[in-house]
């Protein structure tokens, strides 16, 4: 069975930094999956890898039956793909709604966009409150939820999140999971890395563990909860 | 191998010595053409102080040249009517002035562009350039009336339009020259062996350091103890100060100045010259100011000549006729061009600048993590800093607030910190608990309240003189000097604790040494405190996160601190790399009695070493207690905590 998106033995490098050294992995149509893994072991490049701002020096990479690996990545997004990226990667001298039309910038159904616009704003009432603000002076967290709100305003097909839970209280890490659990119910695929495993996989279907730009294990969510290495290298038990 | 490597600079400088005769031998003639590209050299080199250390693009350093002109010009003249040009003084004595000169006039440009950086600065350096050569065209017929009385009366300051004609040249017993151009490529073989000499031994200095810091981060390099105002306008003096050099030498050498020969294009040509080479590298700016000069000066009309003859011979009368000296700035403008696309770091610069990796997260593969840090690995000097006494609170803020475009950021807060305590500040994001940091850290004024460390009010106080104070902070996304080597930005954090000078730096007495060496000694103690040790000369960029988060901690306790201001250290650590520096907050508390306030939202880590927290909401403080009470307290649950919480802190007790 092949996947909605599936990664086969990809191979990316920075200057002469190896950071994927073969990395297989699939994503099915409806799924949440995750990848958690180290600081430094490769789950942002395979998320940069996916929507081509860095190349895979080798291997495959495909969504939909589309070849990814060698499309800009303004053809990638038209595919069907949002990322909401780690950080603070949001304009930071427009307005939060500006922002967040931006995000909707491949879409030409002015409908859909006004009510994608209310669904953003009633997951993060906070948006709403701010809407006319900058973008730049909105604390880490709002700017968190703008980057995740701007994604979703692309109606993707699959969304790519770049560790959502980062720099937020444990309120709204709680509300971001919900959220991405939301996100998912209402017909969107997610593809989640995260460095807090444990949520990760509380909401996740299935997930992979990755170690120095390889994986290492995937299976079920609820199976990597149980093994050791999860247990012990990412969730801090003795 | 010593003998090896010291074989190429020992043939370098035989080379040069023995190029001038070696030229009049076979009769070249090109040392005249080499000495002035020495000129630009030596220009281009001290633009390279304020482009490639400071990072302040100047597009009209052409004017400094022009004022180092001018200051020998109109000192040196024998001829011009003013009582000023009556007496020509010697070139050996113009020389300084013309550099003090244009020196004090860096300060008086830089000070008004201090507060721009980037686009503004440019522009404003580029009004300036502008302005220098039209004043100087229209100083050359000047009458002042007062009420009908003639203070001054068609006073020539400057020649105008026909400049300074002629201007003394420098007098050696002995020495020609007036007649042959060997004395000047030897004049400038000296200054610009000098000039490379006290560049270099800047570089590699305190103040060297701290130009790098603000070219790479002026924010953080406030909070590091860096004044930025002091250490930018030392960079535009100084740089001010070498083309004062590199102008009185060509005002004296060409024997005339006119306004003509300071316009834009020269700093344009200089800018060049720098990019070309690259940014930063002195071999690069020497390289990039000698190839640029060779081609325009040698290569250009040569093949001019070349292609002439060609086209007489071939029968074309477009290339008979060519002149490809006309085409100096096509061909300036596409080597550009084919620079930034071939080798954007400029052709010798260095390759740390050029890795493409961006971003911390992803950068080299994590490798094994950090060891514990263990009390006997602080470093001595650390622990001697160590303030126990002083029985009042360290910091004690009361009322404090600040109002952003109408919204509310801090509403009257208070916050006392004891001395030696740990200090959790949490609340939901957007709360005001970074705005709280970079008010008392004097990046952000406030509109009401006070701040008190050790019994002394801190409001109004620049970044850098609170760090001076004893407060240090991180930030909440990393804030390194990314392209600076690990050592490089924890010796950046000693700045404010290091004293030496401008010449002290390029002297090196012993007392500059001693404490140079001692800087780096203990830099690498703290860096081996860390966990750090073995990566000392990686660029910071290139560390993974985690050790990225360690080595701003390490940044900020080389500034001897004793208030830490922390937000949130272990956002983005994996378990295991959280405990690690939870371990060592708590012995930086326990061992050196450091006081530290922490923002964080990893509870587990806010419970188990906070003494007391405060909790801040919509930028008022909502609660204060030590943590037992604050896990419990309903509206802590309510706007931050969540019922989550709530319950798994139940479900982790239960068993007990």
């Given at each position: ?64 039956g589309h070849r990814l690996d060698g499309l800009a990545t303004d053809r ?163 | ?588 508390r326990r061992e050196l009695h450091l006081s530290v306030l922490l923002i ?57």
């Amino acid at each position: 069975m092949t996947g909605m998106l599936e990664l086969a033995d990809v191979h990316t490098y920075y200057g002469n930094i190896r950071a994927l050294r073969g990395l297989t992995l699939s994503v099915q149509r409806g799924e949440i999956v995750t990848l958690i893994g180290a600081n430094g072991a490769g789950k942002t490049t395979t998320l940069r890898t996916i929507l081509g701002t860095v190349r895979a020096r080798r291997g495959t990479v495909t969504f939909d039956g589309h070849r990814l690996d060698g499309l800009a990545t303004d053809r990638i997004v038209r595919l069907g793909i949002a990322q909401s990226p780690e950080g603070r990667r949001i304009f930071p001298r427009m307005s939060v709604l500006e922002n967040l039309e931006l995000g909707a910038f491949v879409r030409p159904d002015r409908d859909g966009i006004a009510r994608d616009l209310e669904r953003v704003f009633t997951l993060f009432p906070r948006l709403r409150e701010r809407v006319a603000q900058k973008g730049g002076t909105l604390s880490g967290g709002e700017q968190q939820m703008l980057a995740i709100g701007r994604a979703l305003m692309a109606r993707p097909g699959l969304l790519l999140l770049d560790e959502p839970s980062m720099g937020l209280s444990p309120i709204l890490v709680e509300t971001i999971f919900r959220i991405v659990q939301d996100i998912n119910r209402q017909g969107t695929t997610i593809l989640l890395v995260e460095q807090n495993a444990r949520m990760a996989l509380r909401v996740a279907h299935r997930g992979y563990v990755i170690q120095t730009g390889r994986i290492v294990l995937h299976d079920s969510a609820a199976e990597l909860l149980r093994s050791d290495l999860v247990r012990k290298t990412y969730l801090g038990e003795k | 191998m010593n003998a090896r490597r010291a074989a190429g600079p020992t043939a370098l400088v035989i080379a040069l010595l023995v190029y001038p005769f070696v030229d009049r031998a076979v009769g070249l003639q090109t040392v005249h053409a080499v000495s002035d590209g020495m000129i630009y050299v030596l220009l281009a080199l001290g633009l390279n102080i304020v482009v490639g250390y400071a990072g302040l693009l100047d597009l009209g350093y052409a004017a400094f040249f022009a004022i180092g002109a001018y200051a020998m010009g109109l000192l040196n003249s024998p001829v011009l009517g003013s009582p000023l040009y009556g007496h020509p003084w010697s070139f050996w004595l113009c020389i300084w002035l013309a550099a003090g000169v244009s020196a004090l006039l860096g300060v008086a440009i830089g000070a008004p562009t201090l507060r721009v950086r980037g686009d503004y600065l440019a522009i404003i350096t580029l009004g300036f350039g502008e302005i220098i050569p039209v004043a100087i065209r229209n100083l050359g017929d000047i009458t002042i009336d007062i009420g009908g009385w003639r203070l001054v009366e068609r006073l020539n300051l400057t020649g105008g339009e026909n400049g300074v004609n002629p201007v003394g040249r420098p007098y050696l017993p002995g020495v020609p020259f007036e007649t042959d151009p060997i004395p000047w490529y030897f004049l400038l073989l000296v200054i610009g062996g000098l000039s490379l000499w006290a560049m270099n031994r800047l570089r590699d200095s305190r103040l060297g350091r701290a130009w790098m810091a603000i070219r790479e981060d002026e924010t953080a390099a406030d909070c590091t103890g860096v004044n930025p105002i002091s250490t930018k306008l030392l960079a535009f003096a100084l740089g001010a100060s070498f083309s004062g050099f590199a102008g009185s030498v060509y005002a004296a050498k060409l024997q005339a100045i006119t306004p003509g020969a300071f316009e834009f294009q020269v700093s344009i040509m200089l800018l060049c010259m720098v990019v070309l080479g690259g940014a930063g590298s002195l071999k690069g700016v020497i390289l990039g100011g000698m190839l640029i000069t060779i081609f325009d000066r040698i290569v250009l009309s040569q093949s001019t000549t070349l292609v002439r003859a060609l086209g007489r011979t071939v029968g074309v009368p477009l290339l008979a006729t060519i002149d490809l000296t006309l085409w100096r700035w096509f061909f300036f403008g596409l080597g550009l061009v084919l620079v930034m696309l071939l080798r954007p770091q400029g052709l010798a610069g260095r390759r740390r600048t050029a890795l493409v990796v961006t971003d911390a997260d992803d950068a080299p593969i994590a490798e094994a993590p950090a060891a514990p840090p263990r009390v006997d690995a602080i470093p001595a000097w650390l622990r001697e800093r160590a303030v126990r006494e002083g029985g009042g609170p360290i910091l004690e803020v009361r009322g404090l607030s600040r109002r952003f475009e109408g919204i509310v950021a801090l509403n009257e807060v208070d916050l006392v910190v004891p001395r030696g305590a740990v200090i959790g500040l949490i609340g939901p994001n957007g709360a005001g608990k970074t705005t709280f940091f970079n008010v008392v850290t004097g990046l952000i004024r406030p509109d009401g309240g006070s701040i008190t460390f050790e019994g002394a009010s801190i409001v109004g106080l620049r970044p850098n003189a609170i760090v001076a104070r004893g407060i240090a902070r991180t930030f909440q996304s990393i804030r390194l000097f990314p392209h600076m080597t690990v050592l490089e930005n924890v010796l950046v954090g000693e700045h404010c604790r290091l004293a030496a000078t401008v010449p002290g730096a390029v002297l090196r007495p012993p007392s500059v040494r001693a404490e140079e060496a001692r800087a780096r000694e203990r830099a690498r103690a703290l860096l081996d405190f860390v966990g750090l040790g073995g990566k000392s000369d990686d660029v910071a960029r290139n560390l993974p996160y985690g050790d990225q988060r360690r080595l701003e901690i390490a940044r900020a306790l080389a500034t001897e601190p004793r208030l830490l201001l922390l937000d949130e250290p272990t956002a983005g650590m994996n378990p295991r790399e959280t405990e690690t520096l939870t371990d060592l907050i708590g012995l930086l508390r326990r061992e050196l009695h450091l006081s530290v306030l922490l923002i964080e939202h990893d509870m587990e880590v806010v419970m188990r070493i906070s003494d007391r927290i405060t909790v801040l909401d919509y930028g008022t403080r909502i609660a204060e207690g030590v943590p037992a009470e604050i896990q419990r307290h309903p509206r802590v649950i309510e706007a931050y905590l969540g019922t989550g919480y709530e319950q798994e802190l139940a479900g982790r007790e239960a068993p007990r």
